[in-house]
Nanobody
Framework: QVQLVESGGGLVQAGGSLRLSCAASGRSFSGYQMGWFRQAPGNEREFVAG????????AYADSVKGRFTISRDTAKNTVYLQMNNLKPEDTAVYLCAARRSYGSLIVTTTPSYNYWGQGTQVTVSS
């Protein structure tokens, strides 16, 4: 089992940047594929970015590709989401998620993830 705690959310103006962090504890961080999801009020939870166990494979939603970067630091048991050129439509609660992984597959579906953080609010003003 792994516990996840997000941080780094806040209020920024359009065009600004934020860096989200997800600190993991429990079982070995390297044994999990990690992902970031977001959920705005009234909307379904949607995939934002994912990263493989080794950190060398990534996947992004089309809406954030080229603006967001996911990375992980195995030594610190932490996954990051660098968000640049933020837009008002990026406003949502961002959640870190983890799934047990024994290969290199990056999954983008919510039910596939075993563990979830509580989320951190990101608000982008016009």
């Amino acid at each position: 089992q792994v516990q996840l705690v997000e941080s780094g959310g806040g209020l920024v103006q359009a065009g600004g940047s934020l860096r989200l962090s997800c600190a993991a504890s429990g079982r070995s961080f390297s044994g999990y594929q990690m992902g970031w999801f977001r959920q705005a009020p009234g909307n379904e939870r949607e995939f934002v970015a994912g990263i493989g166990r080794s950190g060398d494979g990534t996947a992004y939603a089309d809406s954030v590709k080229g603006r967001f970067t996911i990375s992980r630091d195995t030594a610190k048991n932490t996954v990051y989401l660098q968000m640049n050129n933020l837009k008002p439509e990026d406003t949502a609660v961002y959640l870190c998620a983890a799934r047990r992984s024994y290969g290199s597959l990056i999954v983008t579906t919510t039910p596939s993830y075993n563990y979830w953080g509580q989320g951190t609010q990101v608000t982008v003003s016009s």
